[in-house]
């Protein structure tokens, strides 16, 4: 499994409808684990989450069914492999 740093840009007119059915569809991600953490930025401009997938194309059939995707409130989204090594949640090494 690898993880991923999706950063996304709000079409800010559209947001304010959507943002439920979003927030729920990474609600259920994080409870299957797939999601580890999201959040909007402080500016209110976009926001960021990690997600755990197999490879990059299994991770965008999952990022594609976002309401946010699907419903046209993302301006721009980037997508990166990210690679931790130090943190609380990184599994420790044996």
């Known amino acids: 499994m690898a993880w991923f740093l999706v950063e996304i ?3 800010q007119e559209k947001l304010a409808d959507v943002r439920p059915r979003h927030r729920k569809f ?3 991600l994080a409870d299957q684990g797939v ?9 209110g401009s976009g926001g960021i ?11 965008m059939e999952i990022i594609d069914q976002d309401p946010y995707h699907l419903e046209g ?9 990210f690679k931790p ?3 609380a949640w990184v ?3 044996d």
Do not use: C, F, H
Request: overall charge negative.
């Open 85 to 87: 090594v130090i943190g």
């Open 9 to 11: 840009t709000y079409v």
């Open 49 to 59: 989450s990690m997600y755990q997938a197999a490879d990059e194309a299994a991770l």
């Open 35 to 43: 999601v580890a953490l999201g959040g909007p930025l402080g500016d």
């Open 91 to 93: 599994p420790k090494e």
């Open 73 to 81: 409130v993302v301006a721009k989204r980037t997508v990166r492999e």
């Open 26 to 28: 990474l609600t259920d």
